[in-house]
């Protein structure tokens, strides 16, 4: 079945509220965008702000109806969840201080959730919100949007079928150094929230940085950490959190992994790629320049995969919605998740199979694992670099 037979089924489209994400927000232009690239969802309510007079305004941007633009999430959930054309999921977009409270306030009332990364403060709430998920049955779809793009499922794929071998190292990196990330602000009060130890602590970098590098090596190689060896550090003057990070991993089965969070990688913009080596080649991919996947292996010349070719798996090309030589990027690969979350929700609520549009979505359990990561990293740094268990 495809997705437009299932939005044929369902009728309309998925009603979405969004707390945060509003006019002073970094990411919310993003989630605006990338929820209504493909046409399965409309955003009917939110609560944009802590602000009460930025969340009216962004409302208001949005054409919200005055009854359905919130200050208070609280507020939105219990309304909400009380109407008849109530919201069927919300999109949690605040700082990770917030994303706990938020997504148990709407799942209690049947609603389902779309969160950013990463997904609570720490991995008690982690587990919390773990357990509330499976009790609720509810739809939880954590935003890693990076595994949207069409070759990095594509790359998942390829591991999959053995094209590389049994996988050995796994690198991957986000390493950013742009003006914005390099420095703190001359006025402490202007510093963004990711620079914040209130957020997630000193080593809140591993959440809004590093979750996407280890997500994206789990996502890919199937394999998660079993240990952790840390060192984090601060370079830039007067921040009061870690700006750069280096994980020795031990993966499952044997497999040794790294991964590297930077904000003080001087010259990047980006910079979130990864490197998997197995015994007959290796896979690499880079956001920066995502239309490729470079194959190389043992002995043999390097062989650069493309987008949108008749060639690629059916994973990648259900992910693709233009013709090779045409660029997709970024919106588009956070659109794809939106989309599956959409379709999934719908063939749910129709009592119709929903794993062909869910199987690639990032979950609960992968914001858990990666929570777990970090908690595990905060202890070896902690500890002189240590090898700590991830199973916290």
Avoid at 98 to 127: D, Q, S, Y
Avoid at 270 to 296: D, M, S, Y
């Amino acid at each position: 079945m495809t997705r437009k037979d299932v939005l044929r089924k369902f009728g309309r489209r998925v009603r979405l509220g969004l707390v945060g994400g509003g006019a002073d927000s970094v990411i919310g232009l993003t989630h605006l965008l990338a929820m209504r690239v493909d046409g399965f969802c409309e955003l009917v309510a939110g609560a944009m702000s802590v602000d009460p007079k930025i969340a009216v305004l962004s409302g208001q941007n949005e054409l919200l109806a005055a009854d359905r633009i919130y200050t208070d999430f609280q507020e939105m959930a219990f309304k909400e969840a009380e109407r008849a054309d109530g919201i069927d999921a919300v999109v949690i977009a605040t700082p990770p201080q917030l994303h706990f409270p938020v997504a148990k306030a709407f799942l209690e009332r049947g609603i389902a959730v779309m969160c950013e990364k990463p997904m609570t403060k720490n991995v008690e709430e982690a587990w919390e919100l773990s357990t509330l998920v499976e009790k609720t049955g509810k739809l939880f779809c954590l935003t890693h949007c990076y595994t949207g793009y069409p070759m990095v499922r594509q790359a998942r794929q390829m591991i999959r079928s053995g094209l590389i071998g049994k996988v050995r190292l796994i690198e991957a990196e986000l390493s950013a150094g742009d003006p914005g990330v390099m420095s703190e602000p001359a006025n402490p009060s202007l510093r963004h929230w990711r620079f914040r130890a209130g957020s997630m602590g000193k080593h809140a970098i591993l959440g809004e940085v590093g979750s996407h590098a280890y997500n994206m090596a789990c996502f890919v190689t199937g394999l998660t950490a079993e240990k952790v060896s840390a060192d984090m550090v601060t370079f830039a003057e007067g921040r009061e959190v870690f700006d750069n990070a280096y994980l020795t991993l031990a993966f499952e089965g044997g497999v040794r992994g790294r991964i590297w969070s930077s904000y003080v990688a001087a010259g990047h913009d980006q910079g979130l790629r990864f490197q998997i080596f197995g015994e007959w080649g290796n896979l690499a991919w880079e956001q920066e320049n995502p239309e490729g996947l470079r194959h190389k292996p043992v002995g043999g010349p390097a062989v650069q995969w493309a987008r949108g070719y008749d060639q690629l798996s059916p994973e990648s090309l259900r992910a693709s919605r233009f013709r090779s030589g045409h660029p997709e990027g970024y919106v588009l690969a956070f659109a794809n998740l939106y989309s599956e979350f959409a379709c999934a929700f719908m063939a749910r609520s129709l009592a119709l199979p929903a794993e062909e549009f869910s199987a690639a979505l990032p979950t609960v359990h992968d914001g858990l694992v990666g929570m777990q990561l970090i908690e595990a990293a905060r202890r070896s740094n902690e500890e002189g670099g240590k090898w700590c268990s991830t199973d916290v």
